[in-house]
């Protein structure tokens, strides 16, 4: 099993992180593990052509936070005013 995953934006920009970060999303684990030959499963590649690069930035680090925040460490993650609503329908659709 790949150690990190792909997730590439609309602009085509690729964020390479740990696959145990990008199973904080329900969507992400979906296609990363289900049996139904996706090819994100095979290729740990997963393309999102609706995401841009600086909301894809903010979800992973977002996915990392989650990890620490459910190991204890609580801190703040502070989400710029002008990405909310872009960011938060990424997470809809995320299931994060």
Known sequence: MRETVKLISMEG???VI???????SHTIRSMLT???????SKDGVVTFPDI??????KICQYFY???QYSRGKETEFYIE?????ELMMAAN???T
């Open 13 to 15: 920009f690729e964020f």
């Open 18 to 24: 740990d696959r145990e970060a990008a199973m904080v």
């Open 34 to 40: 289900s049996p139904g030959g996706f090819s994100e």
């Open 52 to 57: 841009s690069t600086p909301i894809l930035e």
């Open 65 to 67: 936070w989650s990890l």
């Open 81 to 85: 005013p002008e990405l909310t609503l």
């Open 93 to 95: 659709y995320l299931h």
